[in-house]
């Protein structure tokens, strides 16, 4: 249902980046590939999904971009050397017919477009690496499902003459909407799943850390692999479709093949 505003979203983005510059002066990178990623939030079944790259650059300024990768959208639309301002969003898919038995049998979850503002501050600005430290801030504006905060450290430098390497921490805190719905086990979805109820308040609901290489095949072929692992903490941890049913690791690995305009 909440695919084609998604979509609409993204093109007028595109569009807008796109015609704030010279043609000449835009970098373009479209990309293909696959991934794996538990099937719910706090799941330990794994399930595969379709992942794809749309990164806008250069717009009027170096350091601007919007970039849409996977379901996560960022950007910079600040031209500065430094400082860092722009939309964030994210959509969350439904959570419906998951693996696990017992928590399939509680109430769907509806998808989630989570929007919202994303600053920060790059140490060392670089045409191909960075050191920034930045706040995600965003609000799901479909169904009001809470909202989430990210601070993030991220690096990204060239390891080579064809590739470049990017690490980034980070850590979320959840609002106790969000926590509520994803974690919380009410009366009524007790009854349904067999699961002890439980009440899940605000607070950081995880730690994390990523990994990703781009390697440059020609001037114009890109590929691309990434790896991320995040640890579920406090009533996120606690959850019982968490702690009886899942498991607070939660893994990531994907790969791409991009095309640079």
């Known amino acids: 249902m909440l695919r084609k505003p998604v979509g609409f979203t993204i093109a007028a983005l595109a569009l807008w980046a796109t015609s704030a510059a010279p043609a000449s002066a835009v970098d373009l990178r479209i990309g293909l590939g696959a991934g794996i990623a538990p099937d719910y939030e706090g799941s330990d079944d794994y399930t595969g999904i379709p992942l794809w790259n749309l990164t806008v650059s250069d717009l009027y300024h170096p350091d601007t971009f919007v970039a849409l990768v996977g379901t996560s959208l960022r950007s910079n639309l600040l031209a500065h050397p430094n400082l860092r301002l722009g939309v964030s969003g994210q ?6 017919d998951v693996e696990d038995d017992r928590v399939d049998q509680m109430r769907d979850i509806d998808a989630a477009l989570m929007v919202g503002v994303l600053a920060g501050y790059d140490f060392d600005p670089a045409r191909d690496g960075d050191l920034v430290i930045e706040l995600d801030l965003r609000a799901d504006v479909a169904e009001g499902n809470g909202a989430l905060g990210t601070l993030r450290g991220r690096w990204a430098g060239r390891t080579g003459p064809s590739s470049v390497v990017r690490v980034e921490v980070s850590t979320t805190y959840a609002s106790e909407d969000y926590m509520s719905e994803y974690f919380g086990v009410s009366n009524a979805n007790a009854a349904r799943s067999g699961l002890d109820r439980f009440d899940a308040d605000d607070g950081f609901k995880d730690i994390g850390i990523g990994v990703s290489l781009d390697y440059n095949l020609t001037n114009n072929w890109i590929v691309s692999g990434t ?8 009533d996120a941890a606690d959850s019982p479709i968490v702690d009886d049913r899942g498991s ?11 095309y640079k305009f």
């Open 91 to 96: 959509y969350k898919p439904e959570r419906d």
């Open 227 to 234: 790896a991320a692992y995040s640890l579920l903490l406090g």
């Open 248 to 258: 607070t690791s939660q893994f990531f690995l994907g790969a791409l093949v991009n």
